[in-house]
């Protein structure tokens, strides 16, 4: 009924930027807090950034100064700007989101999260 699909990952060179898209898609009446995570191979899903709907901000410490996220939320869809680029920054990225939509008349919540789209970082 509600999917995200990202889109935006690829090979890039260390120092290099990327700019990630997540939108959203569905029966959907409104759309509160976006986020990115990511999980690289043997290592556990982290939190990238979050941003509400009234465009509040939180980043984890490793990619603040470096990455920004931002939505379009006439568009439902949310952004990822990655700039200097490590090489610790390879991971698959996964976008979430808290959704609001509805089923029939009765308005529904719930949590998802798409597919992710792979972020290579090496020379």
């Known amino acids: 009924q509600v999917h995200l699909v990202e889109s935006g990952g690829e090979l890039v060179q ?11 898609s569905g029966n959907i009446f409104s759309v509160n807090d976006m ?12 939190l990238v950034a979050t941003i509400t709907n009234r465009g509040v901000t939180n980043y ?20 990822l700007q990655m700039n200097s680029l490590k090489s610790e920054d390879s991971a698959m990225y996964y976008c979430n989101a808290d959704v609001n939509y509805l ?3 009765q308005l529904h919540g719930i949590n998802i999260w798409g597919k992710g789209t792979l972020v290579t970082v090496s020379s």
Do not use: H, M
Request: overall charge positive.
């Open 14 to 24: 260390p120092g290099g930027s990327l700019r990630l898209s997540c939108a959203a």
């Open 35 to 46: 986020g990115w995570y990511r999980q690289a191979p043997g290592k556990q899903r982290e």
């Open 60 to 79: 984890a410490d490793f990619v603040k100064g470096r990455f920004t996220i931002s939505r379009d939320n006439a568009e439902n869809t949310v952004f």
């Open 103 to 105: 089923n029939g008349d």
